[in-house]
């Protein structure tokens, strides 16, 4: 069965960076589009972008381009986020999501909490 | 970018009753349309794709209905577990995926 992992919760200061990765299992990576997805508590899903990891090609919300950097490494089936610049309102749950084959988010990873504080 | 609104922002329903949730989207989304369920401290759950095709394993009581700009989330008897925050999501434009603000749906 599908499978994401996520990496575990991270405290970061305000200016520092964060990389979340998300380890795929249960079907071939490379062939479907990975999202991210982030909830601030109480909040409710926000859209950050995708990843295709066949190409490495990427596509970010308009929000998060310029802060934002998808990558992947399809020799361990990993899917990887890294926002820099973090301020407090990046507080929230990141999620990685599996798209199926019409762009819907048909699996999800657990989610990793990124708390930003001084 | 496409907006999608979800209304109401919370629906009271009694168990066994119907709950009906509606999500409009500011442009025709065509039926690139999925709704998810989200329960406290868990990651979300596809539900419906393609406005009206229930994923696996979904029980037949979630049904979804709509196209262009409206669309319709229905729970035929609600159960004790269907209590949870629901959200709708557009696929149509692939460069700006956007998601409803949520409903959620609780006990009367």
């Known amino acids: 069965q599908v499978q994401l992992v996520q990496s575990g919760a991270e405290v970061k200061k305000p200016g520092a960076s964060v990389k979340v990765s998300c380890k795929a299992s249960?079907?071939?990576?490379?062939?479907?589009?990975m999202h991210w997805v982030r909830q601030a508590p109480g909040q409710g899903l926000e859209w950050m972008g995708w990843i295709n990891p066949n190409s490495g090609g990427t596509n970010y919300a308009q929000k998060f381009q310029g802060w934002v950097t998808m990558t992947r490494d399809t020799s361990i089936s990993t899917a990887y986020m890294e926002l820099s610049r973090l301020r407090s309102d990046d507080t929230a749950v990141y999620y990685c999501?599996?798209?199926?084959?019409?762009?819907?988010?048909?699996?999800w990873g657990q989610g990793t909490l990124v708390t930003v504080s001084s | 970018e496409i907006v999608m609104t979800q209304s109401p922002a919370t629906l009271s329903v009694s168990p066994g009753e119907r709950a009906t949730l509606s999500c409009r989207a500011s442009?025709?989304?065509?039926?690139?349309l999925a709704w998810y369920q989200q329960k406290p401290g868990q990651a979300p759950r596809l539900l419906i794709y393609g406005a009206s095709t229930r994923a696996t394993g979904i029980p037949a009581r979630f049904s979804g209905s709509g196209s262009g700009t409206e669309f319709t989330l229905t729970i035929s008897s609600l159960q004790s577990e269907d209590f949870a925050v629901y959200y709708c999501?557009?696929?149509?434009?692939?460069?700006?995926?956007?998601f409803g603000q949520g409903t959620k749906l609780e006990i009367k």
């Open positions: 442009q025709s989304v065509s039926s690139n």
């Open positions: 999501q557009q696929y149509n434009n692939w460069l700006e995926d956007t």
């Open positions: 249960g079907y071939t990576f490379t062939g479907y589009y």
């Open positions: 999501a599996r798209a199926g084959t019409g762009g819907y988010l048909a699996d």
